[in-house]
């Protein structure tokens, strides 16, 4: 026959063991539960995921395929040094005799450009003469959200004399020294304005014909010539 101490000690070991695996029991509930939330949290991840990459396609690219835009330009005479203090920029003292000014056209073919930026420096007080410095480029420019526009192109930069003495100058187009350009617009509608950035590299394309080409050092220690473009959108 079981004495009274038997059955409080099998009663203390029973509760113990329903403690134990309740709590155990709960445990794996909990694990259960996290690892169900991960999941759901991970297939929405992916949904959301799945929608932007279906969306930004249509939204990033929503321009005009074809699209030609020209407008006036103003470049500062001098250069933008990342290295110098305030870029070796005096905003205080800034004038419009610190410009130079011109035109800027652009010729969009879905993400590809092709524009040209004509900066003429007149001479004398007739200013019939003087030198047009005329950077043909072509590059990719890519519209976002219709709002912003960016774009990178590279080309030769010319240097055309005109009036007294010679209508254009002597120099080879092919010794013309190649240039980075880029470009960020806010677009308005059929109005848009931005800021151009131009790096002038040594090479040539001659150089690059040879395989003489050198620009590694473009970007170690950069002249920027910056300024901005009001651009027309003709179509």
Not at 53 to 60: E, H, K, S, V
Not at 120 to 147: F, H, K, R
């Amino acid at each position: 026959m079981i004495s009274e101490n038997h059955m409080r000690i099998i009663c203390n070991f029973n509760e113990f063991v329903c403690i134990i695996y309740m709590k155990l029991h709960m445990k794996t509930c909990s694990t259960y539960f996290v690892n169900m939330g991960e999941l759901y949290m991970n297939k929405k991840f992916l949904v959301v995921l799945m929608a932007l990459l279906l969306i930004m396609p249509a939204t990033m690219f929503a321009a005009d395929l074809i699209g030609f835009r020209i407008g006036p330009t103003a470049m500062l005479n001098g250069t933008l040094n990342p290295d110098v203090e305030d870029w070796g920029l005096d905003l205080e003292n800034l004038s419009v005799e610190d410009f130079t000014f011109g035109a800027d056209a652009r010729l969009n073919f879905s993400l590809i450009e092709v524009n040209a930026l004509a900066l003429v420096t007149p001479e004398g007080e007739d200013m019939a003469s003087g030198t047009i410095d005329l950077y043909a480029n072509a590059g990719v420019s890519i519209s976002l959200l219709n709002l912003l526009r960016f774009g990178v192109s590279a080309g030769p930069m010319f240097e055309i004399a005109y009036g007294e003495p010679d209508d254009v100058s002597e120099t080879d187009p092919m010794e013309a020294n190649l240039n980075l350009r880029m470009t960020a617009d806010l677009l308005l509608g059929d109005f848009s304005i931005g800021a151009t950035g131009i790096i002038t590299s040594s090479s040539s394309i001659n150089d690059v014909i040879d395989g003489t080409a050198e620009f590694g050092g473009l970007f170690e220690s950069p002249d920027i010539k910056a300024g901005v473009s009001a651009l027309f959108a003709i179509f």
